[in-house]
Each structure stands twice: as C-alpha cells, then as structure tokens.
C-alpha cells in the first residue's frame, strides 16, 4: 500500500472518534488528531488498538508517543509493514 | 505548573469501551493495572489514574512544551481516597506532580501542580478570564491584565472546569 492508500484505510478507523467533521473532511498527512480532529485522548488508545488489528501489526509505546497526527500513523504502519 | 482534567462519567460511558482487549495495558502500568483489578469500582479507579496522568501531562507540557502520547510514563501513586476525593502524585521522567481529585457521581476532575503547596492556592475561575500565549498555554490576566497566573483549562461532554494558582 502506498501512502494515500494507507490514508484511505486509516479513514474509516479514524471517523468513529473524530468530533470535527470539518477537520475530517479536509483530512491530509497535516491532520493533528487532537488539535484539528478534536479526538479525546482516551480515544487515541482505540485508534492505536483499532491499527495493531487491522494491519496485524505492533505498535510499542516508543512509536505510540508519536502517533498525534495522520503522518505518523502512516510513517509507523509503512514502517512495521516493511518488517513483515 | 498546573494543569487540570475533567471526565464525565456519562460521556466516557459512551465514548470508551475500556474493557475492550488491550485498552488498559497501552494505557497503565503494572502497579496502576493492579489498582484497577483490585478495585471495588474499576471503573472509577481506571478514570481517577486517567484523569491525574492527563491533568500531570497538562502541567508536565506546559514546562517542556513537547508533546507525546506517553501515558505510560506518566506513573501515578495514590496516597489517599474517599468516596468524594483523592490524593495522590504522577512522577513523568523524574518530574513529580502533585495532584487533587474530586470524585463526584457524575464527573472526576482532577488538578496537577509542580510545588505540592500550590494546591492550597488553586481556585475554580471562569473561562473569559482566560488569555493564551503563542504555544497555546493559558493564563488567566490579573490586575487589568498587568499580572498572569498559569491556568488550565477542560473540557469533557457536559463540564468544563478552568482553574488557577491564585497567589504563588
């Protein structure tokens, strides 16, 4: 999968949480899942879970300290794919 | 440094499956998930050690200006409970954070601050008196807006609560 794919993907696990439909709309590589998606961050663990099933992937707490935008979730599952 | 959470119980029932597989290993460490297994009411326990890790991390932020999804290394200690409050500090990367709960019916909120005797001084204020740097850090301007205390401000489903160190 390439980048925009893997942001096709991300989208549907993204929306449950997603509180700014605007945002979502407009969603990029530059999305902050905070401060532009307004997502909860007891709801950041979901998106993280949400990711490790659908990819069968890990995410360890090193990578998961990095996951407040789209850009990061993309570059750690591109990474974690490539392990494979 | 301050910082402050509020969760509302009603809101977190319908936003988070905490008992869903994984949530709380991410999220707790091994000390915290035994509070919780052992609890009369997991559910608060799990919603008190959230809300001290977010309101330390508020405060913890507010001095490093970094931001990170590390609640894990935001390691909560509670040294004191009863059914309506609680006490206790979270201690991120050598940083100790003091912190006060208030466990109501409907709502937890909690208030970490860097220098144990500040809590004394911590005062529930109104949101218009809040102004915010260029990082985004409130404050809330005192004096005609000559003087700025550190506040913090949270907002979860029906609550908001905003508060300041009065006097330091």
């Not at chain 1, 879970?49 to 407040?68: A, G, Q, S, T, Y």
């Not at chain 2, 206790?88 to 912190?99: A, D, L, Q, S």
Request: proline share 4%; with cysteine.
């Amino acid at each position: 999968m390439n980048r925009e794919e893997l942001i096709d993907a991300l989208k549907p696990i993204i929306a449950p949480y997603t509180t700014n439909d605007d945002a979502f709309g407009k969603l990029s590589e530059n999305t902050d899942f905070i401060h532009d998606l307004q997502i909860n961050s007891a709801n950041l663990v979901d998106i993280v879970l949400d990711i490790e099933e659908k990819f069968d992937i890990v995410i360890d707490n090193p990578d998961m300290e990095r996951m407040l935008n789209v850009k990061a979730a993309i570059d750690i599952i591109e990474s974690k794919l490539q392990m494979k | 440094m301050i910082g402050n959470d509020v969760i509302d119980l009603v809101q977190s029932r319908k936003d988070s499956n905490w008992r869903r597989r994984g949530f709380i290993p991410k999220l707790f460490g091994a000390d915290e998930q035994l509070l919780i297994a052992n609890s009369p009411d997991p559910e608060t326990t799990l919603w008190l050690l959230w809300s001290m890790k977010e309101a330390a991390y508020k405060a913890w932020n507010r001095e490093t200006k970094i931001r990170k999804y590390m609640p894990k290394k935001l390691v909560c200690t509670i040294s004191r409970q009863s059914v309506s409050n609680a006490c206790g500090r979270v201690v991120c990367e050598g940083k100790i954070y003091y912190t006060e709960t208030i466990l109501a019916p409907d709502f937890i909120h909690s208030i970490a601050v860097s220098v144990f005797s500040h809590l004394d001084y911590v005062i529930e204020i109104e949101k218009n008196e809040i102004v915010k740097d260029h990082f985004g850090i409130p404050y809330v301007a005192v004096e005609g807006g000559t003087e700025l205390f550190a506040a913090s401000v949270s907002n979860h489903g029906r609550f908001e609560k905003v508060v300041a160190i009065s006097r330091i």
